[in-house]
């Protein structure tokens, strides 16, 4: 008689001293590391029921040969009836029959998980996910990376919703599987956000209160600004900037790269060989660097430190803080490089108001054209552009034109003079003079300043 205790998966009955199995279907007969008798049942179904696996050992001398209906009923009896592929059980039976492996242990059924619960928060309603543009079905434009979501005033962008249960699970019995509830986090104002009931209980939708652009902070915050700050340059890293309010770049906007925006945009570095469109101000603190495709349009004023080979519209006015080279520069407004070296040289510069600089042209006989009087046909396509995407330039008269040029230092020979249509090419150094159109004559003249 056996001394043992009896362990998991079998039953003794002491009076009748019998050992009977419990597990379904079939099992092996197996001795613990304690001392005690158990059986480990073929098939076996994992504690949390998303798993199940059968086991297939060789028969020992005297045994019944075991059977494919054996293994069969003990899937059946075992319950499981959710997730089984039918060519596991038969690739498992295969391999025993070969005799493979001495043992062989193999998962036949699993389960589906229940889904995560939802965490109270912010599902979006719009794209905003950073990824380069297609240019065809084999080439992608890395300078276009869609990286500033703008929204515009009533558009709705996402939703505030509750915590919520997951998707329930199946286990291999064919039991639910419960899921657990999200994290429950109460909803905070968000900038420029408005948040309306909507007909779901606890859900709420957002919407832009203002034109800006969208910034997701997290899970639970995100904001509508009017102004993007950028720390470097724009180059590769953030792609090109397509923008519904200002920027303001700590870099550089480097070469090939597109700035277009609506309101302000500010460059600590320089504007190198960029296309830049701003329906505002545009301040460039150091230099303006043209090139052969690049340009820089604004409809508020423009101020550059030095230029070089730029083309440059404005429908306001032109500030050079320092010099400019072979550029174009044409504005409604006036164009003045009044401070620093105030030089304008080897370039075309026309004003719809008037021209202030400190010298025109150079010793050389650099050929310059500077021309006031007539709206450049440039400033005025710009200037009806922009109104028709909404922006208000005000009641300013664009036929006021004060037709003066205005020279506080040396004009020198080869510099070409046009006011309203008149010429004048200067044949001789001057100094301290003023061009202006005569009505009389029809010419333009040239007088010491005032």
Same mark, same amino acid.
């Given at each position: ?10 039953? =003794? ?6 050992? /009977? ?10 001795? &613990? ?17 998303? @798993? &199940? ?27 499981? %009836? ?18 493979? !492996? ?25 794209? *905003? ?48 599987? #419960?899921?657990? #509830?999200?994290?429950? @986090? #109460? ?5 420029? %956000?408005?948040?309306?009931? &909507? ?13 800006? !652009?969208? #910034?997701?902070?997290?899970? *639970? ?26 920027? @303001? ?46 340009? +820089? ?27 400019? *080279? ?14 620093? $070296? ?5 370039? =075309? ?54 037709? $003066?040029?205005? +020279?506080?230092?040396? +004009? ?15 044949? /001789?150094?001057? =100094?301290?003079? !003023? ?10 003249? !040239?007088?010491?300043?005032?």
């Amino acid at each position: 008689m056996l001394s043992q205790d009896a362990g998991s998966g079998i039953h =003794h009955d002491e009076v009748a001293g019998t050992w /009977t199995s419990t597990v379904p279907g079939f099992g092996y007969l197996d001795l &613990a590391d304690s001392g005690e008798i158990r059986v480990v049942p073929a098939v076996k179904i994992s504690a949390e029921r998303l @798993r &199940a696996d059968l086991q297939l050992r060789p028969a020992h001398s005297g045994d019944a040969p075991l059977t494919r209906a054996d293994v069969d009923e003990a899937i059946r009896s075992t319950g499981i %009836v959710y997730g089984i592929p039918p060519e596991r059980v038969d690739a498992a039976w295969k391999a025993y029959e070969r005799r493979e !492996m001495a043992v062989i242990s193999t998962c036949i059924a699993e389960g589906t998980p229940p889904g995560p619960g939802w965490d109270s928060g912010i599902e979006l309603t719009i794209e *905003t996910e950073e990824a380069p543009a297609t240019i065809d079905e084999e080439q992608v434009d890395y300078r276009d990376l869609g990286l500033v979501s703008n929204v515009k005033k009533g558009q709705q962008i996402g939703k505030w919703k509750p915590a919520d249960f997951g998707k329930a699970g199946t286990g291999v019995d064919g039991s639910t599987l #419960q899921a657990s #509830q999200g994290r429950v @986090r #109460q909803f905070e104002e968000l900038k420029n %956000v408005i948040a309306t009931e &909507a007909e779901e209980e606890g859900v709420l939708l957002l919407t832009a209160e203002i034109d800006g !652009m969208l #910034q997701v902070q997290s899970h *639970t915050r995100l904001r509508i600004v009017n102004l993007l700050e950028f720390e470097d340059n724009i180059d590769f890293e953030t792609g090109n900037i397509e923008a519904n309010g200002s920027v @303001r770049v700590g870099g550089s906007i480097r070469p090939d790269f597109k700035v277009s925006l609506q309101g302000d945009l500010t460059v600590k570095g320089n504007i190198e060989e960029a296309v830049v469109r701003a329906g505002g101000k545009v301040l460039a603190e150091q230099g303006i660097f043209g090139g052969k495709n690049g340009s +820089v349009r604004a409809g508020g004023r423009i101020f550059v430190q030095f230029g070089q080979n730029a083309r440059l519209i404005g429908a306001g006015d032109i500030v050079v803080g320092d010099s400019d *080279t072979r550029s174009t520069m044409e504005c409604a407004g006036r164009l003045l490089a009044k401070d620093g $070296r105030g030089h304008l040289l080897g370039g =075309h510069y026309a004003a719809g108001k008037e021209i202030m600089a400190r010298e025109l042209g150079s010793p050389l006989g650099v050929p310059t054209h500077v021309a006031v009087g007539r709206i450049p046909l440039t400033a005025r396509h710009l200037r009806a552009e922009l109104e028709a995407e909404g922006l208000d330039f005000g009641e300013e008269d664009l036929t006021y034109r004060p037709a $003066r040029i205005t +020279v506080f230092g040396a +004009v020198h020979p080869g510099v070409e003079v046009e006011i309203r249509g008149s010429r004048l090419v200067v044949e /001789t150094v001057a =100094h301290n003079v !003023m061009f202006e159109y005569d009505v009389k004559a029809r010419a333009v003249k !040239m007088t010491p300043r005032k």
